[in-house]
């Protein structure tokens, strides 16, 4: 069964620094998707992304965060200039152009800011 | 008044019990919802789609209201691999996913 795959599963980094997380959709999807969750916390949608471009962001998808396709598999979000608050579980989502609204979801990344 | 609320729960409940739960949302234009499942720091999965004439997978029973907008969920006969947190999730559009905060269900031996 297809899957949505992310990359790294855990990153440790210094506040200040930036880093990049890594997406591959499931292969015929064309609808993209980060969301966060906090510990404790629920479930957050960050940005979607679909023909290139950005569809819809949140409050919380502010100048430091950035998505990018840079090829035909992957789909990143970059954290520029990461923040304590930063620290959280980011999950890449994406689902078909049908009727279907389903979106599946990567095992995420646990990013942890010191 | 938040999009999604769920009751946090926890429910416990022994092997074989019934258990079901609510949630509410507050945007009357959502169009699709779901039961989502979440087992501790892994990613949500799709447990099941609710549609206006209610559904149901095996154990799991789903209704919708949209008049009093809520959605809920029923588990019969659990077991203990049920134990877990449940989304209620709801799209409003094309493009994100509202999420509640979870219902946490334990099923004890």
């Known amino acids: 069964e297809p899957e949505v795959t992310q990359t790294p599963s855990h990153q440790v980094t210094q506040m200040g620094q930036e880093v990049i997380l890594r997406c591959v959709p499931i292969?015929?999807?064309?609808?993209f998707y980060w969301y966060r969750q906090i510990l404790g916390q629920k479930v957050e949608f960050l940005v979607s992304?679909?023909?290139?471009?950005?569809?819809?962001k949140s409050e919380i998808f502010d100048d430091q965060f950035s998505v990018e396709r840079p090829d035909g598999s992957n789909f990143t979000l970059k954290i520029r200039s990461t923040k304590l608050e930063d620290s959280a579980m980011y999950f890449c989502?994406?689902?078909?152009?049908?009727?279907?609204?389903?979106?599946?979801f990567g095992p995420g990344t646990r990013l942890l800011v010191l | 008044r938040k999009e999604v609320e769920q009751d946090p729960g926890p429910f416990n409940v022994p092997e074989g019990a019934t258990v079901a739960f609510n949630c509410t949302y507050s945007n009357s234009a959502s169009q699709s919802f779901f039961w989502y499942r979440q087992d501790c720091r892994k990613e949500p999965k799709l447990l099941m789609s609710?549609?206006?004439s209610g559904n149901e997978d095996g154990r799991f029973t789903a209704q919708l209201n949209r008049a009093s907008q809520y959605i809920s969920l029923l588990i019969r006969d659990s077991k203990l691999s049920d134990s877990a947190t449940y989304l209620c999730?709801?799209?409003?559009?094309?493009?994100?996913?509202?999420f509640g905060a979870g219902t946490t269900v334990t099923v004890r031996a």
């Open positions: 609710v549609y206006s």
């Open positions: 292969s015929n999807h064309l609808y």
């Open positions: 992304f679909y023909n290139n471009e950005i569809s819809e």
């Open positions: 989502a994406s689902r078909t152009d049908t009727s279907q609204e389903t979106q599946y």
């Open positions: 999730v709801v799209n409003t559009d094309d493009y994100k996913l509202s």
